[in-house]
């Protein structure tokens, strides 16, 4: 295979640059959300969730950490509406637009909640997260820079982290290139959904940088289509049993 899929690229993407038209923010958001239900990524982030969810009496405060659009927290709160779970979602996102977005398309979900902000200062401000999720989004960030994140979920996240991410696979790369034109989609998704793929991972790169964050108690799990779910739980400090 091509000598790409042999290391992550450094390429930036276009989503990443400042000043995005806003309608076409808005189109790339809604392709997103298809490319999501279609591929079965949304049911990724979902399942990933579930392992860290086990009292129905307790309400989660659950962090989307590059939360784009929103529509992942819509998933995670129509599952929790059915099983009867209760859960507090805030979406934080850079880009005030894409806040924007969030908040008209999350009208219905009063659970959910959109903040402009670096996710450094919204960890360090808020008063109590129980988990951080990021769905896409760990791919934009730079080697040094997803050690630092895990390190911050590491931190301030009190039940554990999930994160859904790409597989660099060359199957991944021409198979999302030929989808995003066939259903025409925009200037932003062509060039940004391959790039995704050759910015994704290999299961190697994803351990070494948790090893390198000093983060533990994390599991792995390749899915399809070219999807890690990486679910990290928060080890609890040994209390020794009292004695006289």
């Given at each position: 295979?091509?000598?790409?899929?042999?290391?992550?690229?450094?390429?930036?993407?276009?989503?990443?640059?400042?000043?995005?038209?806003?309608?076409?923010?808005?189109?790339?958001?809604?392709?997103?959300?298809?490319?999501?239900?279609?591929?079965?990524?949304?049911?990724?982030?979902?399942?990933?969730?579930?392992?860290?969810?086990?009292?129905?009496?307790?309400?989660?405060?659950?962090?989307?950490?590059?939360?784009?659009?929103?529509?992942?927290?819509?998933?995670?709160?129509?599952?929790?509406?059915?099983?009867?779970?209760?859960?507090?979602?805030?979406?934080?996102?850079?880009?005030?637009?894409?806040?924007?977005?969030?908040?008209?398309?999350?009208?219905?979900?009063?659970?959910?909640?959109?903040?402009?902000?670096?996710?450094?200062?919204?960890?360090?401000?808020?008063?109590?997260?129980?988990?951080?999720?990021?769905?896409?989004?760990?791919?934009?960030?730079?080697?040094?820079?997803?050690?630092?994140?895990?390190?911050?979920?590491?931190?301030?996240?009190?039940?554990?982290?999930?994160?859904?991410?790409?597989?660099?696979?060359?199957?991944?790369?021409?198979?999302?290139?030929?989808?995003?034109?066939?259903?025409?989609?925009?200037?932003?998704?062509?060039?940004?959904?391959?790039?995704?793929?050759?910015?994704?991972?290999?299961?190697?790169?994803?351990?070494?940088?948790?090893?390198?964050?000093?983060?533990?108690?994390v599991t792995i799990n390749w899915k399809w289509a070219f999807r890690y779910l990486v679910v990290g739980k928060k080890l609890k400090e040994f209390t020794p049993p009292f004695t006289n």
């Open positions: 295979m091509p000598d790409k899929f042999t290391q992550r690229s450094c390429q930036a993407e276009l989503l990443d640059a400042p000043n995005i038209p806003k309608k076409l923010l808005f189109q790339n958001l809604r392709e997103l959300d298809f490319i999501n239900k279609t591929l079965g990524g949304h049911s990724i982030t979902l399942s990933g969730i579930k392992e860290l969810l086990t009292d129905k009496n307790k309400t989660y405060h659950i962090i989307d950490i590059g939360c784009g659009g929103g529509d992942a927290m819509k998933h995670i709160a129509d599952w929790a509406r059915a099983n009867h779970y209760k859960v507090k979602l805030t979406g934080v996102d850079m880009n005030a637009d894409a806040v924007d977005y969030l908040n008209s398309n999350c009208n219905d979900y009063l659970e959910i909640t959109g903040v402009v902000s670096d996710y450094r200062d919204y960890l360090k401000s808020t008063c109590h997260t129980d988990i951080v999720h990021c769905s896409l989004f760990c791919h934009h960030l730079k080697d040094d820079e997803l050690t630092e994140l895990f390190s911050y979920m590491k931190q301030y996240a009190k039940i554990g982290f999930v994160i859904n991410d790409l597989q660099r696979h060359w199957l991944a790369y021409y198979s999302i290139k030929v989808l995003t034109r066939l259903f025409n989609g925009s200037s932003l998704v062509k060039n940004d959904a391959p790039l995704s793929v050759l910015r994704g991972f290999k299961k190697p790169e994803l351990v070494h940088l948790f090893e390198k964050g000093k983060v533990e108690n």
